[in-house]
Every structure is written in structure tokens, then in C-alpha cells.
């Protein structure tokens, strides 16, 4: 490898950059004052404790929790049925279908949103956390479509085959021996969509008929100087917890690769 | 396998109608409902006929909402064009100055900080660069400022830097992808060939990695020119873009027909920018035979 000490330098820099703001969290969720700024003036837990007191966060949480299960389980779901049919099989509209299924990779989710919700308020459907539900699954399955369809490409076609001429039905081979095999493909999806949905803001907040959410909670709370502090420790809590699912994930990805006999090559997506 | 490919088709049809059915009940038909609506006439809270060009020509007859379309094509492109100049030297180091094993490393830390909560990420902007903020309060106790910088009220400046911010490691990875495919002989030759190692780089490695810059720009531009978050956030609500038109229109005003009109023009906004994008990209991917 050339050594380039300026381009490694910008990078470094680019990455204090993007993690600049990250950074400030703990330390001012752990921060004795309720005045973001420094100088810093002391160590204190209180804001974590001010956090777990909050009785309406609680419910949000729940609500965020709810809400990121149902969206992770069925996107992966659908994203299972997209994914094995695009890569096994050849039938007619196909390119359309996939191209529609992809579409909220490439429209601004205001749109999705505001598009589902003047359906929804047309033919006098209530809004609640199932109607957010419906909508975040428009987002993930996309990104469950992405993930799961490099988990059936690294497929060896064979293999199913092979169970099939020796009289396995094709749901057993599916089970036996596919479904094995691409889920670390389904974990990953099931991860990665749950982060999504968990961190999702405007499908939430529109679809939502004002019930606690998160990411709502979150972005009212800030409104307040008074609660930011709490929101910070909130935070942090947070991007812990995503790192650590995102690494879970990346686990899984490259086992699955690894499982399959593939090569490494790249991140997500 | 013995199947015939009419039976194939069949098996995939039938596999793919769950997914199918959802995104066309809930994708198709409510873009379409949108685009019908958007024709209509609308008091508040209902649609009804005849068919009007009305809700377009609005566009054109009050200057405050092309002001708001075109400053949202403006920020975006801005905010594309930063985050995309800033990204390629980023991905250009990962991919010719990392040792092959660690590349997947450098670039996991680069997507952590896209994963950790948007919502905070944009809050925490808002607390930085506010009123007696982080940034403020650091300037001011190191001398370097006796007064208040304040960044937070220069709203379309603030909206681009949270944006650019906000959307960088997207652009890092499919940069970093074309120039992984970028080979590597070519560049010996260049040099073998009495090259300088910037020419190279201008004539070769540069036009070869165009198609994942333009990919980098459009997975930028299209969150962007949409964003409903930042807006609302840091710009004190003060500089509304085209996600918050919308919102105002459809929800405050309930004017659906209206609402629709600028989803519309938006969704055309955002092709007509990605069929550019696409075309030019055509042209590298035609050089790259």
C-alpha cells in the first residue's frame, strides 16, 4: 500500500466530522447543568434517571417497540416472497412489479407518506399505530428486498436439486435446506429493518394520530431547552444500542457469505 | 428441473402476490389517487369535479411557492454537490490506501453514525449551532468571539450544513464501489506510460468511477429535496421547503387537491433530476466499454 498522509489525514478528519456531533452526547448527557455548553460542570447520572421517570417515554418506547417488530417481521416477510421469486424465477411483469416494489428507494418518504395518507383519510380509515405499520413497511421492504436477494444470488441451485431428486417436496426442500442457509440473510433484514423503523420520523409522526412514538417524542422534546438534556442521555442509550444491532447484523451478513462460500464484498446493501 | 415455463412463470407469480398486492394497494393506488386528485377542485377536506388545471397554475400565479420549489432544488443541489465532493476523497483513500482486510472496517465506521437516529442526529445540529449553543459558547470562552454567531438563524445556511451532514455516508459507499472496480493495471500503464500520477487520476480513474458519483449524487439528492425534518428544525420553521409545502397544504389547509398538485410536481421534480443524472451517467458507462 502508497502511504498518502494527506488523504489519510482528510479522512480522519471527515470521520470526526460525521461523528462530531455523536460524540457530544454522552458528554453532555453526562454533563452537571441544563445549559448544553461548555465548559463542561461536573459529572452527573440525574438525566438518566429524569429519562427512566419519564412516564410518557415509557409509553413511546413501548409504542417505537410495537411498532418496529411488526414492520421488521413483516417486511422480511414480504421482502422473503420479492426476493426468491425475482431471483428463481422468470415470469411476465416482472421488471414492473420489482421496479414498484423498489419505488420507495427512490421517492422522498414525504411523498409515501402524504400519498398513503390522503388515501387513508378518503375512505375514513382512523389513524393509529397500525396505520404507521402499514406505511414504515412500504420504506423497509425495499431494504429487506436488497438484503435478501444477495442471500438467494449466493444460493447453490444445486443443492435444491439434489433434494428434490431425492423426493423431498418442494415446500420440505424450502425448509430444510434454503431457508437454513439464507437465514443469516433474514437476520440481517430482520435487523436492519428494525433499526429503520425504530428510527423512523415522518411516516410516524403523519400516520400516527399523535400517539407517543419515539422519534416523535423525540422531536418534540428537543422544542423544550429544559428536557434536552434528558433527550441527550435518551441518545445515547440509543446509538449504543444500534451499534450494537448493526454489528449483530454485519455478523450475520458476512456469516451468511461465509456459509455460502462466498467472497466479501462490502458493507450493507 | 424438469418445468416448463409456463408452470415457472405460474410458481413465481404466485410467490411474488403477497408483495405484490401490498405495494399496489398501498403504493400504486394512492400515487394515483394523488395524481387524480391533483386535477380536481377541492374546498376543505373534500375533492369534487370538474377537472382544473387550476392547482398547477397556482404554482406559477404566486411567487412564494416557486420561491419554496425552486430554493428546495436549490438546497438539494447544493447539498449534493458538497457531500459528493467531500465523499470522493474519502472512498478514493479506502479504496486504494487501506489494506484489502480492513477495508470492511473503515467502511462500517463510516454507515454507524447513518444508522444512529436521524431525529437526534438533526436535533443535536440544532443545539450545536443555536442561540447559546455548543458552538457559540466554545468560541466565546476560547476569545475567539465576544458575540453570539447564532448559525441557527441563517436558516438556509444551517439547512445545508445539517443536510450535507445528514446524508454524507450515503454518498461515501457507491463511490467507493466503482472505484473498487476500477482496474488496477490500467493505472500501471498510465504511468509506465510517462503519466503523471494526477493525470492518471483526471484521465483515467476519475471518468471510470463517474457512474458511482452519480449514483452517490442521487441517493443524495432524493432524500434531500424532500426533507421534511430539518427544515422544520433548525431552520425555526422559518425557510419551509417543499416537504413542508405539502404538509402545510394537505394537513393545515386540507386542501387536498392542492397538496397533491405540489406532491406531483415535486415527484416530477425529483424524475426529471434522476432521468439527467441517469443520461449522463450513460455517456461513462458507454466510455467504460
Redesign the interface.
Known sequence: MKKAPALRSYTLFYLLFLYGPIILLPIFAFNDSRVVAFPLQGFTTSWFSEMVADANLRIAAKNSLIIALSVATLSTVLGIFAARASVRYRFPGKAPLMGLIMLPLVLPEMIVAMALLVVLLSIGIPLSLFTVIIGQVLICTPFAVAILTSAFQSLDKSLEEAALDLGETPWSTFRLIILPLVMPGIMASFLICFTISFDEFIISNFLGSGQPILSVYIFGQFRFPAKVPSMLALGTVLVCFSIILLGFAEYMRRRGIAKAGGKDSGGFL | ?AQT?GS??????K??????I???L??????A??LI?SVLTGGRGN?SLPVTFENYSELWSKSVYGYIMFKSLMVALVVTAITVL??Y??A???S????PER??LW???????F???????V??????LGY???L???LM?LGIMDTQLNVASYSILSIIIVLA?AY??FAV?PI??SL?KVDRSLLEAGQDLGESRWVTFLRVTLPLSMPGVIAAA?IVF??T?????TPE?VGDGKEPMI?NL??TQ??KLQN?PQ??AF?VV??LM?GIV?VAFVLWNRRFIGGAK
Open positions: 428441473m415455463p415457472e412463470a405460474r410458481t413465481g407469480l410467490l411474488i402476490s403477497p408483495t405484490a401490498y405495494v399496489i398501498l403504493l400504486a393506488v394512492p400515487l389517487t394523488v386528485y375533492v467531500l465523499a476523497p474519502v478514493y483513500f479506502v486504494f490506501h487501506v489494506k477495508k470492511s467502511l462500517f465506521l463510516i454507515t454507524i453514525p444508522w444512529t437516529s436521524y431525529i437526534i442526529r436535533s443535536l445540529w440544532f443545539v450545536i447559546g449553543g455548543v457559540d459558547s466554545t470562552s451532514h454524507a455516508p459507499l467507493f464501489v473498487e442521487l432524493i432524500p429535496v424532500g426533507d421534511y425534518v428544525l416537504a405539502i404538509e394537505l394537513l387536498f397538496g397533491s406532491a415535486s415527484m425529483v434522476s
